[in-house]
Structures are given as structure tokens and as C-alpha cells.
């Protein structure tokens, strides 16, 4: 008969509980500041949502209000140099983090409020107003809230979508020799996502100083948690990943401090990261001022349990029995916190009817009918607004990074065959010679490895197989083990801790898609954080971080292994595309992309990774300017434009058919950055256009260059753009479907038959 063995979890899980004992001998300055930080987050909050009551908050109001304790407790005894970040519903951690950071010694709570701390409550205030001196410049609103010389590192309204970015933040903190550590705040909604779970392990694989720390209010929006797992206990995620948790009471401030102090050492110590699961309870619905038994999710009976349970009812009880309150000092205290919000809301609104000229509310609807404004409402000072102006800017860079760079000219075939360098910038030279274009990927990631500490590589198998699937990350691993990072299957956790990474501002990730199909995995990660990050907060926060894939179509790996990318990338903001076509081009353009304070796609091409073509022979230290594109030929009657591999299926198109055509290889794909200069010289010239790419036609780049050639140079066009694509369908795995479903020359040479000919009839 088979025999059963009881199998127990490699690390602890404890439920931490306080005793009147604790109460009795916690440090009277800890109560002191958990109480101040409770009483000025309930006062901000309270504010916020009568705001939104009058119609001033635009967009949702998610209240924190009851779980202040989690925020408090956990925050108090960080260093300024810690990092959080959190949730939609993250107020009370932002302003906890920010307090601990203008008072790290602590806050009597029988002091009057300091003008720092009233800064920070018309800022944030601002900022959830979205106004122009709000800490994200009113771009963020009620759920993007950043002050990264704070520690407050972002909330986030994608549920769990900040996680992966706070395991990145955690490994540069380590990697860079510190103790610091990382907390991410997220709730019982999010526990069981994807990306938190990935996460969770990879953390935990690397041991990195993360705490995962988990506000369990019980309901995801209306969706109670019986609903949602089978585990109610959410801390228990902690053993499938050998993570040491804690179990709280989150309406008790002092328990959650007690157990975060023990995730402290185990963290700042280097033995990983840790779980912390409070239970709290948000007195308020999802969003809004109004209560959930509102909306018939739950009843009146429970929420005035939990009530009873108010972290600031418990700390003024028990500060009051040990001597250090009275009832009428702790009264005076939240006097204090009224006044003060009242006259952040002084500052920032106006009662109309009251004041003229700036103090008049701005028509923000768009509407001219003055008759829906009231004397006596309460407006938002005009002036306060942010510029429209101001709509787009930060959505990249300025560049002003490549000032410095050495720039190359283009090699000669002529003077490389002869012997002579090839020629760049006058004095400089760079010899080149034919190479195989996946021996200059690998050479020149060495070589930046070499030259700059901060770049590190990572993806699946980069580490091993002697270079990843394709060699382009050859011997890296062994020069650079610490720097070289083989990741587990897991696009999001991986591509989202290198955003991290990238916001720490120390590090440039190179992160690897073995296929770009990928992306749709990891595309929250991808499109909603590291894309719009610098923006979403406020334009000032670089993203230095490059993400190479490559296309593989004709490999045989079907639907979901050979799409291109850019055309789904180029209609995303705050990316930028590089796609180069020949190793000189590689070794200047992933240059640049390092230089670069924005994220890069390079994106690479199977079929030209055993090419050969001119490229340096010793010097991996030259840039190609940004938005350069290159005129591989120069003719009347057509413009070719096109990129990656299909510059060489176009030059041979071009070779049978024996049009003259400008053939340009754009080299940069993305709006801000493509060469509309060389373009529009081009189409000046020769009235016509064709646009080549091999991939489906419904995620393809030229649909939208098409449309913004046509709208920029329709006086100099004597016929539509016309296009060469792929199939509608995805390549198939059986060769001659994947065949029909990629253009090559063949496609190319149909596209200026038909082009030429539609020429001739006009």
C-alpha cells in the first residue's frame, strides 16, 4: 500500500498579533508619529472626497480611509532611501512615505503643522486635482502620485501592473551594494494576477529586498474574496514561492510596524524578499464618497464592525490610557489637520462669485452656457490649470544625452575593399570589412559590457546555449555573470523589473524577446507602464532601458513566433524603434539606444543574422544620429521606403526591374524620431510612393506611415501611397502558407509593376 509523507513549506508563515504588554512598552514617539500619520492622511482624504463631492475631482476619488493603520504602521520605520510604491488606491502610502521623509525622527503629534508638511498636502492635493503644481504636474490625478526624491516611487492604476516595476527597483538597490529595500502595496484583487505571481517568484529566485505587501479589504471593487480564491489567507501565496510571510491585523498600526520591523531584517540582511498580508478595511465604495452597503455589496452591520475597529479610534485610546494623549489633545490634532487641508483648499479653489479675473473657474467642459454656474459653488483657480500646451510634453525625451556622441558617416564599399578605412566625421575612421551581422550584435554588447557597469542583459536562455537561441549574447554570461541575467518564463515579471531598473536611474536593462509575440504577454508592462511612464508622471523621469527582439519569418515557427512589432509599437507612445539593416548600422544605432534616456526597441531580422555585409572590424564605439534615415540608392521616378530585411529584398526588386528609385531604409520607425526630412526631399522629387514590409497587414507599420505621408505631402503625390505587405493571415507553420503570408522580392517586384503602371495612367 502507497504511504503518504506530510510535506511542509521551506519558509515560515506566522500570524503576529499584539499584546497590551506591546501597547505598554511601545516607544511613545512610534505612537506619537503613527498617530500623526493616521490623523493627516484621514484629514487629506476626507478632504479629497467631500472635493468630490462638489463635482472638483475629475476622475475617480479612491479613498483610503480605514486602512491608514497598514500605511502608517509599515512606512514609519523606513529610511528615506527605501522605496514604495503601490495601487489606484494608494494616497495614504505616498503621504505616509513623504511624512517619514520630512520627519524620518518621527512626528509629535502635539506640534503644529510645519510648512513642509503643509507643502506636501497642497501638492498632493493639487496633484489629485490635476493641477499644474501637483507633484506629477495634474497629469497623474488621484492615481498616479510619484515623488521619487521621497521614496514614493508610483501608484499605479493598473491592478498589480507596479509590482514587476518594484522588483526592479529592489535589484538595483542590492545590486548597487545597499541595504535598502523595496515595498509594493497592492490589495486582494490583485494577488492573483499574473504579474504579481511571476513576480513573487522571481523575486524570490533572486532574492531580491521586496516585500509584497498585501492590503486584504476583503473586495475587489464589489467581488468579496471567497468570490475570488479558494485561499482567503492571501499571506499563504508565500509558500509556493519560499517567501517568509506575515499575517496581520491591519487596523492595528503597532502590528503591522512589528511585523514589518522582522521583514526589515530578513530583507536588509540579503536573505530575500517577505509577504506581508494586513487586514484592513476601506470604510468608503471603490471610489467615491459614499459607502459600500450603498450599492448592496455589503451590509451596514459590517461596516459598522469595522468602524469600531478605526486604527485612529485604537492608537487615541491607547495613547490616552498610558498618559501620552488626552482626549482634547488629540481633538486639537485633527483640528490642526482641518485647518490645515482648508487651507490647502483656499489655495487651490475659489468660491464663485466671490473674486474675479484669475479666481474665475476655467470652462473645462468645452460648454459656453454660464447659466450651470452658481454663485457659491466652489471652482478651481484658473490659473492653477496646467497649459494645453503642455499635452505632449515628456512623452520623450529631449536627447540632450547624445550631446558628445561620435558619430559615424557611412562606410565606402569601394575604400573597404581597397584596403582604406571607411571615412567618419573627417578625422575619425572606422575600418570595416564584410561581417556576419550576428557577430557584431554579440561584439558590440560586449563591448558597451566592458566600457559601462550600468548596462545589463537579460531574457530567457541569455545566459546559456552559447548565447541565447541565436548567439547574440555570446560569452557575456561568463565575462559578466552579475550582469548577465537568465530570467524564468515570465515576460511580465522580467521586462517590468527591467523598467525598475531603468527608473532607478543607475542602470541600463537590455532586455531580450526571444519573439516579439511575446509583447502580448507582457504588454501591460510593455505599453502601460514603462511606454507611458515618463509622461504619466509628469514628463521629468528617464527610462533608459533598450528591448531587442527579432522578427522570424520563414523559420517555421508559425502564429505566434514571426510578427513585426513596429507597426503596433509606432502607434504606442513613449517608444522609440530603431530597425537596423546591415552590422555598420547595428553597432551605431544600438549604440545611440544605450546612449538614450528613453526606452529603444531594436528590433533585428532572422534572415539577416547569417548575412554579410560591411562592418567595423575593431571600433564598437560609434553612434548613428537619432532620425537619420540612409538613401541606400538614389532615383526619379519612385520613393521606396522600407526597413529591416526588406531593404535588401526592395534593392534586389529594383535591380531586375530597372527603376530608378530613391530607396530609403528608414532605420528609426517612431513618430518622433523618422526622418521626415529625407522623406519629404524624396517624395518632392519623385511624386510617388511605395512602402515595403514583410509582415500581416493588420498590426503593419505602413498603414500608419501611409496615412501621415499622405496628410503631410498630398500636393507633391501624383497617385495614393501604395503598399507592399504580408497576408492578412499570421505566418503558418507549413512552409509554402507561411510563404504566401510574408512579402519578399517577389511581392516587392508586384508592388512596382503596379505602382509604375497607376504612374503611367496618371
Given at each position: 500500500?502507497?504511504e503518504?509523507?506530510?510535506l511542509?513549506?521551506?519558509?515560515?508563515?506566522?500570524?503576529?498579533?499584539?499584546?497590551?504588554?506591546d501597547?505598554d512598552?511601545?516607544?511613545p514617539?512610534?505612537?506619537?508619529t503613527?498617530?500623526?500619520?493616521c490623523?493627516?492622511i484621514?484629514g487629506?482624504e476626507?478632504?479629497v472626497?467631500d472635493?468630490?463631492a462638489?463635482?472638483?475631482v475629475h476622475g475617480p476619488?479612491h479613498?483610503s480611509i480605514g486602512?491608514e493603520g497598514?500605511?502608517a504602521?509599515s512606512?514609519?520605520?523606513l529610511k528615506?532611501s527605501?522605496?514604495?510604491?503601490g495601487?489606484?488606491?494608494?494616497?495614504?502610502q505616498f503621504?505616509s512615505?513623504?511624512?517619514?521623509?520630512?520627519?524620518p525622527r518621527g512626528?509629535?503629534?502635539?506640534?503644529?503643522?510645519?510648512e513642509?508638511?503643509q507643502?506636501?498636502l497642497?501638492?498632493?492635493?493639487a496633484?489629485?486635482?490635476?493641477l499644474a503644481q501637483g507633484?506629477c504636474?495634474?497629469r497623474g490625478?488621484s492615481?498616479?502620485?510619484?515623488?521619487?526624491e521621497a521614496g514614493a516611487?508610483?501608484?499605479?492604476a493598473?491592478v498589480?501592473?507596479?509590482v514587476?516595476?518594484?522588483?526592479g527597483?529592489?535589484?538595483a538597490y542590492r545590486?548597487?551594494?545597499?541595504?535598502?529595500?523595496?515595498?509594493?502595496?497592492?490589495?486582494?484583487?490583485?494577488v492573483?494576477?499574473?504579474?504579481?505571481l511571476?513576480?513573487?517568484?522571481?523575486a524570490?529566485?533572486?532574492?531580491?529586498?521586496?516585500?509584497?505587501?498585501?492590503?486584504?479589504?476583503r473586495?475587489a471593487?464589489s467581488t468579496?474574496i471567497?468570490d475570488s480564491?479558494?485561499e482567503?489567507r492571501?499571506?499563504?501565496r508565500?509558500?509556493a514561492f519560499?517567501i517568509?510571510?506575515?499575517?496581520?491585523?491591519?487596523?492595528?498600526p503597532?502590528?503591522?510596524?512589528?511585523?514589518?520591523?522582522?521583514?526589515?531584517?530578513?530583507?536588509r540582511s540579503g536573505?530575500?524578499?517577505t509577504?506581508?498580508?494586513a487586514?484592513?478595511?476601506r470604510?468608503?465604495?471603490?471610489?467615491?464618497?459614499?459607502?459600500?452597503?450603498?450599492?448592496g455589496?455589503r451590509t451596514?452591520e459590517e461596516?459598522?464592525?469595522?468602524?469600531?475597529?478605526?486604527?485612529?479610534l485604537?492608537?487615541?485610546?491607547?495613547?490616552?490610557?498610558?498618559?501620552?494623549?488626552?482626549e482634547?489633545?488629540?481633538?486639537?490634532?485633527h483640528?490642526?489637520v482641518k485647518a490645515a487641508?482648508?487651507?490647502?483648499v483656499q489655495?487651490?479653489?475659489?468660491?464663485?462669485?466671490?473674486a474675479?479675473?484669475d479666481?474665475?473657474?476655467?470652462?473645462?467642459?468645452g460648454s459656453?452656457?454660464?447659466a450651470?454656474?452658481?454663485?457659491?459653488k466652489?471652482?478651481i483657480?484658473?490659473?492653477?490649470?496646467?497649459s494645453?500646451?503642455?499635452r505632449d510634453?515628456g512623452?520623450l525625451g529631449?536627447?540632450?544625452e547624445?550631446?558628445?556622441?561620435r558619430?559615424?558617416?557611412?562606410?565606402d564599399?569601394a575604400?573597404?575593399?581597397?584596403g582604406?578605412?571607411?571615412r567618419?566625421?573627417?578625422?575619425?575612421?572606422?575600418?570595416v570589412?564584410d561581417?556576419k551581422?550576428?557577430?557584431v550584435v554579440?561584439?558590440?554588447?560586449a563591448r558597451r559590457?566592458?566600457q559601462d557597469?550600468?548596462v545589463?542583459?537579460m531574457?530567457e536562455?541569455v545566459?546559456?546555449?552559447?548565447g541565447g537561441t541565436n548567439?547574440?549574447t555570446?560569452?557575456?554570461?561568463?565575462l559578466y555573470?552579475?550582469r548577465?541575467?537568465?530570467t524564468?518564463?515570465?515576460?511580465n515579471a522580467f521586462?517590468?523589473?527591467?523598467?525598475?531598473?531603468?527608473?532607478d536611474?543607475?542602470y541600463k536593462p537590455?532586455?531580450?524577446?526571444m519573439?516579439?509575440?511575446?509583447?502580448?504577454?507582457?504588454?501591460?508592462q510593455v505599453?502601460?507602464?514603462i511606454?507611458?511612464?515618463?509622461?504619466?508622471f509628469g514628463?521629468?523621469?528617464?527610462?533608459?532601458?533598450?528591448l531587442?527582439?527579432?522578427?522570424a519569418m520563414?523559420t517555421g515557427y508559425g502564429?505566434?513566433?514571426?510578427m513585426?512589432?513596429?507597426g503596433?509599437?509606432a502607434t504606442?507612445?513613449?517608444?522609440r524603434?530603431?530597425?537596423?539593416s546591415?552590422?555598420?548600422d547595428?553597432?551605431g544605432?544600438?549604440?545611440?539606444?544605450l546612449?538614450?534616456?528613453d526606452p529603444v526597441?531594436?528590433?533585428?531580422h532572422v534572415d539577416?543574422y547569417?548575412?554579410?555585409?560591411?562592418g567595423p572590424v575593431?571600433?564598437y564605439?560609434y553612434c548613428l544620429p537619432v532620425?537619420?534615415?540612409c538613401?541606400?540608392r538614389?532615383?526619379t521616378?519612385?520613393?521606396?521606403i522600407t526597413?529591416?530585411?526588406?531593404v535588401h529584398?526592395a534593392a534586389?526588386?529594383?535591380?531586375e526591374?530597372g527603376?530608378?528609385a530613391d530607396?530609403?531604409?528608414l532605420?528609426?520607425?517612431?513618430r518622433a524620431?523618422?526622418?521626415w526630412e529625407?522623406v519629404?526631399?524624396?517624395?518632392?522629387?519623385?511624386n510617388n510612393?511605395l512602402i515595403?514590409?514583410?509582415?500581416?497587414?493588420?498590426?503593419s507599420y505602413?498603414g500608419?506611415?501611409s496615412?501621415?505621408?499622405?496628410r503631410r505631402?498630398?500636393?507633391w503625390?501624383?497617385q495614393p501611397?501604395q503598399?507592399v505587405?504580408?497576408g492578412?493571415a499570421?505566418?503558418s507553420?507549413?512552409?509554402?502558407l507561411?510563404?504566401a503570408?510574408?512579402?519578399?522580392?517577389?511581392e516587392?517586384?508586384e508592388?512596382?509593376?503596379?505602382?509604375m503602371q497607376q504612374?503611367g495612367?496618371a
Amino acid at each position: 500500500m502507497s504511504e503518504l509523507c506530510r510535506l511542509t513549506p521551506q519558509s515560515p508563515w506566522w500570524e503576529l498579533t499584539t499584546t497590551d504588554q506591546d501597547w505598554d512598552e511601545a516607544d511613545p514617539q512610534l505612537l506619537g508619529t503613527l498617530l500623526a500619520h493616521c490623523a493627516l492622511i484621514r484629514g487629506f482624504e476626507e478632504t479629497v472626497l467631500d472635493l468630490a463631492a462638489q463635482g472638483l475631482v475629475h476622475g475617480p476619488a479612491h479613498s483610503s480611509i480605514g486602512q491608514e493603520g497598514g500605511a502608517a504602521g509599515s512606512i514609519a520605520g523606513l529610511k528615506a532611501s527605501d522605496g514604495v510604491n503601490g495601487s489606484h488606491r494608494g494616497h495614504h502610502q505616498f503621504l505616509s512615505k513623504a511624512l517619514a521623509y520630512l520627519h524620518p525622527r518621527g512626528i509629535d503629534p502635539k506640534a503644529e503643522i510645519d510648512e513642509a508638511v503643509q507643502g506636501l498636502l497642497q501638492k498632493a492635493l493639487a496633484e489629485i486635482l490635476g493641477l499644474a503644481q501637483g507633484y506629477c504636474r495634474g497629469r497623474g490625478g488621484s492615481m498616479h502620485l510619484r515623488w521619487a526624491e521621497a521614496g514614493a516611487l508610483g501608484t499605479n492604476a493598473i491592478v498589480g501592473g507596479g509590482v514587476p516595476m518594484a522588483a526592479g527597483q529592489a535589484w538595483a538597490y542590492r545590486h548597487a551594494g545597499t541595504d535598502d529595500v523595496m515595498i509594493t502595496y497592492f490589495g486582494d484583487g490583485a494577488v492573483n494576477i499574473g504579474s504579481v505571481l511571476e513576480t513573487m517568484n522571481l523575486a524570490a529566485a533572486w532574492k531580491l529586498p521586496l516585500c509584497f505587501f498585501i492590503e486584504n479589504n476583503r473586495y475587489a471593487v464589489s467581488t468579496a474574496i471567497e468570490d475570488s480564491t479558494a485561499e482567503t489567507r492571501l499571506s499563504s501565496r508565500g509558500s509556493a514561492f519560499n517567501i517568509p510571510s506575515w499575517k496581520v491585523d491591519g487596523m492595528d498600526p503597532l502590528a503591522v510596524h512589528a511585523a514589518m520591523q522582522q521583514a526589515l531584517t530578513h530583507m536588509r540582511s540579503g536573505q530575500g524578499p517577505t509577504i506581508i498580508e494586513a487586514d484592513v478595511y476601506r470604510f468608503f465604495h471603490q471610489n467615491g464618497p459614499y459607502a459600500g452597503s450603498a450599492f448592496g455589496y455589503r451590509t451596514k452591520e459590517e461596516e459598522a464592525a469595522w468602524r469600531q475597529r478605526d486604527p485612529l479610534l485604537l492608537l487615541a485610546r491607547r495613547m490616552t490610557a498610558r498618559g501620552l494623549m488626552t482626549e482634547l489633545d488629540v481633538q486639537a490634532l485633527h483640528d490642526r489637520v482641518k485647518a490645515a487641508m482648508n487651507a490647502a483648499v483656499q489655495a487651490l479653489t475659489v468660491v464663485e462669485g466671490r473674486a474675479a479675473g484669475d479666481d474665475e473657474a476655467p470652462n473645462v467642459s468645452g460648454s459656453n452656457n454660464t447659466a450651470t454656474r452658481h454663485a457659491g459653488k466652489r471652482q478651481i483657480r484658473a490659473a492653477l490649470w496646467p497649459s494645453p500646451d503642455f499635452r505632449d510634453v515628456g512623452i520623450l525625451g529631449d536627447l540632450s544625452e547624445m550631446q558628445g556622441a561620435r558619430y559615424a558617416a557611412e562606410p565606402d564599399r569601394a575604400e573597404a575593399m581597397s584596403g582604406s578605412p571607411g571615412r567618419v566625421d573627417g578625422s575619425n575612421h572606422v575600418a570595416v570589412s564584410d561581417r556576419k551581422f550576428i557577430d557584431v550584435v554579440a561584439d558590440v554588447m560586449a563591448r558597451r559590457m566592458q566600457q559601462d557597469a550600468s548596462v545589463i542583459v537579460m531574457g530567457e536562455d541569455v545566459h546559456r546555449l552559447k548565447g541565447g537561441t541565436n548567439g547574440a549574447t555570446r560569452g557575456l554570461s561568463q565575462l559578466y555573470q552579475d550582469r548577465c541575467l537568465g530570467t524564468p518564463i515570465s515576460e511580465n515579471a522580467f521586462v517590468g523589473l527591467a523598467g525598475g531598473m531603468a527608473l532607478d536611474g543607475r542602470y541600463k536593462p537590455v532586455v531580450e524577446f526571444m519573439y516579439p509575440d511575446f509583447m502580448w504577454v507582457a504588454a501591460d508592462q510593455v505599453f502601460n507602464q514603462i511606454g507611458k511612464v515618463r509622461h504619466m508622471f509628469g514628463g521629468d523621469s528617464d527610462v533608459p532601458l533598450v528591448l531587442r527582439t527579432k522578427v522570424a519569418m520563414g523559420t517555421g515557427y508559425g502564429s505566434q513566433h514571426s510578427m513585426d512589432p513596429a507597426g503596433i509599437f509606432a502607434t504606442s507612445p513613449g517608444w522609440r524603434i530603431v530597425a537596423p539593416s546591415t552590422p555598420f548600422d547595428y553597432v551605431g544605432l544600438m549604440n545611440t539606444a544605450l546612449r538614450c534616456k528613453d526606452p529603444v526597441l531594436v528590433i533585428e531580422h532572422v534572415d539577416l543574422y547569417n548575412a554579410t555585409a560591411l562592418g567595423p572590424v575593431d571600433d564598437y564605439d560609434y553612434c548613428l544620429p537619432v532620425g537619420r534615415a540612409c538613401v541606400r540608392r538614389s532615383g526619379t521616378e519612385l520613393t521606396v521606403i522600407t526597413y529591416l530585411s526588406m531593404v535588401h529584398h526592395a534593392a534586389e526588386a529594383l535591380d531586375e526591374t530597372g527603376i530608378s528609385a530613391d530607396l530609403i531604409d528608414l532605420r528609426w520607425l517612431d513618430r518622433a524620431s523618422l526622418d521626415w526630412e529625407t522623406v519629404g526631399e524624396s517624395i518632392r522629387k519623385t511624386n510617388n510612393v511605395l512602402i515595403v514590409e514583410q509582415g500581416a497587414r493588420g498590426t503593419s507599420y505602413g498603414g500608419w506611415l501611409s496615412d501621415e505621408i499622405q496628410r503631410r505631402f498630398f500636393d507633391w503625390l501624383d497617385q495614393p501611397v501604395q503598399r507592399v505587405t504580408g497576408g492578412e493571415a499570421a505566418p503558418s507553420i507549413s512552409k509554402v502558407l507561411e510563404r504566401a503570408a510574408a512579402a519578399r522580392t517577389e511581392e516587392v517586384l508586384e508592388g512596382l509593376r503596379e505602382v509604375m503602371q497607376q504612374k503611367g495612367a496618371a
